[in-house]
């Protein structure tokens, strides 16, 4: 039960006090309007470069910007404790690192499904794509698969920001990877071999390709393997998150560098 | 003379601070160089003729990239650092303070540029054969300094909201976009045109691609410092009645 009630109760508070970008006057620019523009700017180049449909690039953008709330959030909530000067005080307590870390990530995933959402209906109304309505639902299965796997990104990358200072120029980067590599804007089959094999290891690229087949009519079990491999992936993501924030925990009281980047 | 030798010095102290920072200097070069990657992709595979037209855009948007975010918020820095009372009290014109700082943010963007430029020669084989080198260099530093002035303006604009950088970082794709960097104005509505001649980057895109390909640059130059330079007169005016307001009601603390 006490379990329960940090999973739950902990992680969400944690995530309203810690993720300071749920106010309005952030919200709004960086989650709302910010991913049509870059919908946006992705179908211009697209029609300019004459490659692919409209559809491509509003699929892979709405689904690659839920990086954003999920990579950022999940950083801000847990390597944010160090800069609230609160990491200590939290590896102190005796509660289960499991509730503990992982709580924090439900109200991201559903943040970040939230986005992807809102990106993929406004950005689709504003260029005009058609999506089948019997893909809706299917569709809404992908996007929270790929949120979910985005934040076991964000749960290493969280880890990592127990150690690296600029956490913000990190999430950046990893931003910027998932946009060349994940097929996001370019086929795998356009990226040099090596690409196209490392995206295989990071999420949203079996999502995003999920997606583009239920949005060009295909039925969910068809792509039933991309999703599986998504949240594989995903999966992965936060098991290696989650044992290196143990890690850097024990490491930090054996060393006392709980403080030091 | 005073005022010249305070944003000299002004630059040069805050350009080296910028190069100090991963996330203004670091990132500010090798973000946009994702984006221009991304954009190398798509024209090398459907239109390779327009790879030195897409080279030279993805170059430029690293100046605006290095300039939104960071001047939409240079006001909350000082801010944050305790300093912003002092600055506005000191006996300089707050704008001669604010100016340096932008510009400061904008030169950072040659260093993306340059990358970016070099990324395309390197790894998509872009060879750039620049016709009128004095002219593009020419239309560069105008450019530089035109988006510089334009983050002045952000700068200043934005000062009574404690979340600027996010308004600021608001304003990064749009620019990209509607101002010619990889996408030609002819692709857009009707409407946008008018929107993307009132922003100096339109107009520095223009002398630079004019300057590369051997046409004549020098009449884009001469609008996108005029743009520029009204920038910097509405920031200063706008600077002046903000001021004033938050001496009146000592709100510049926004505590």
Redesign the interface.
């Known amino acids: 039960m006490s379990g329960l009630r940090i999973f739950f109760i902990g992680g969400a508070i944690a995530y309203r006090g810690l993720f300071n ?1 749920l ?1 309005p ?2 919200f709004v ?2 989650f709302l ?2 991913p049509i ?2 919908i ?3 179908v ?8 692919r449909s409209d559809s491509f690039y509003v699929v892979g953008n709405a689904l690659q910007y839920a990086a954003i709330p999920c990579v950022f959030a999940m950083s801000n909530t847990i390597a944010g404790e160090r800069f609230q000067k609160t990491l200590g005080y939290i590896l102190a307590t005796p509660a289960g690192r499991l509730p503990l870390f992982l709580g924090r990530s439900l109200p991201v995933i559903v943040n970040g499904i939230f986005v992807s959402a809102f990106a993929f209906a406004v950005g689709g109304a504003i260029v005009g794509i058609h999506v089948p309505a019997s893909a809706v639902g299917s569709l809404a299965l992908v996007i929270a698969v790929c949120a979910a796997s985005c934040t076991g990104l964000g749960l290493f990358s969280a880890a990592l920001g127990l150690r690296v200072r ?1 956490t ?2 990190l999430n ?2 990893v931003f ?2 998932l ?2 590599f994940c097929g ?3 086929p795998l089959d ?2 040099p071999g090596w690409m196209s094999f490392a995206s295989q290891g990071m999420p949203l690229t079996h999502g995003i390709e999920a997606a583009r087949r239920l949005a060009g009519g295909q039925s969910l079990g068809t792509v039933g393997g991309l999703i599986g491999a998504e949240a594989l992936v995903g999966g992965a993501y936060g098991l290696l998150g989650f044992g290196l924030l143990r890690f850097m925990e024990w490491q930090s009281r054996r060393l006392a560098t709980l403080e030091t980047a | 003379m005073n005022s010249a030798r305070l944003l000299l010095l002004g630059w040069a102290l805050h350009f080296k601070m910028l190069s100090r920072s991963s996330f203004n200097s670091v990132l500010a070069v090798i973000y946009p160089g994702f984006f221009a990657t991304v954009a190398f992709f798509l024209y090398r595979e459907g239109n390779p003729h327009a790879l030195l037209y897409a080279s030279l855009g993805a170059s430029v948007m690293g100046i605006w990239g290095a300039t939104s975010t960071a001047a939409g918020g240079a006001l909350q820095r000082e801010r944050w650092h305790g300093t912003l009372e002092l600055l506005v009290a000191s006996p300089a014109h707050f704008s001669l303070v604010m100016l340096p700082v932008t510009l400061a943010m904008s030169t950072i963007g040659i260093y993306s540029m340059a990358a970016t430029l070099a990324w395309g020669r390197i790894v998509f084989g872009v060879s750039l054969h620049i016709a009128h080198p004095l002219s593009f260099c020419l239309a560069v530093v105008v450019t530089v300094v035109a988006i510089g002035m334009c983050g002045f303006l952000l700068a200043v604009a934005f000062v009574r909201y404690r979340t600027a950088w996010a308004l600021g970082n608001l304003l990064e794709y749009p620019v990209w976009l509607i101002c010619g960097f990889l996408v030609p104005l002819s692709l857009f509505p009707g409407w946008v045109r008018p929107i993307s001649w009132l922003l100096a980057p339109t107009w520095g895109m223009r002398a630079i691609r004019e300057a590369a390909i051997g046409g004549s640059s020098l009449p884009d130059v001469g609008v996108c410092a005029g743009i520029g330079a009204a920038y910097t007169l509405i920031g200063v005016l706008v600077l002046g009645r903000l001021l004033h307001a938050a001496r009146e009601r000592a709100t510049l603390a926004l505590t």
């Not at chain 1, 211009?44 to 490659?51: L, T």
Request: aromatic share 14%; glycine share 6%.
């Open positions: 970008w106010s006057w952030i620019p960086t309007v910010a523009f870059q946006l700017l992705f211009y180049i697209g029609r300019s470069a004459h490659v600029e913000a120029t950046n980067i910027g990877l946009l060349v996001t804007n370019v356009e990226l």
